[in-house]
């Protein structure tokens, strides 16, 4: 199902942006490479926002839902829909901060 993976997995792309990146600032710091950072960034965004998107399909076809198990599917793909955009959300503001502040400052 499409929702499942809206639903656990990109909130937990989120919480691995947010690891990776921090586990990167060391290395990025110590080579001068402060894109590295922005493509993990760059990449989790991607793959959550494209996570997303089968969600809100389905949550787009079962609008309409006549019986009880689509409006079962329309609430739960609204529901993915609803946490993956804000996991894409707080993807985009950790890679907007980190472009803004340079995570070498001392």
Do not use: K
Request: aromatic share 12%; net charge neutral; with cysteine.
């Amino acid at each position: 199902m499409n929702v499942w993976f809206a639903l656990l997995v990109v909130p937990t792309l989120a919480l691995a942006d947010q690891a990776i990146a921090y586990a990167a600032v060391g290395w990025v710091c110590a080579h001068g490479q402060p894109f590295v950072l922005q493509a993990f960034h760059a990449l989790f965004l991607a793959i959550a926002a494209a996570g997303t998107v089968p969600a809100f399909r389905l949550w787009a076809a079962t609008r309409a839902a006549a019986t009880e198990t689509a409006q079962r599917q329309h609430f739960l793909a609204g529901l993915a829909v609803a946490a993956a955009a804000l996991s894409v959300l707080v993807c985009a503001a950790m890679w907007m901060t980190t472009w803004v502040i340079s995570p070498c400052v001392q």
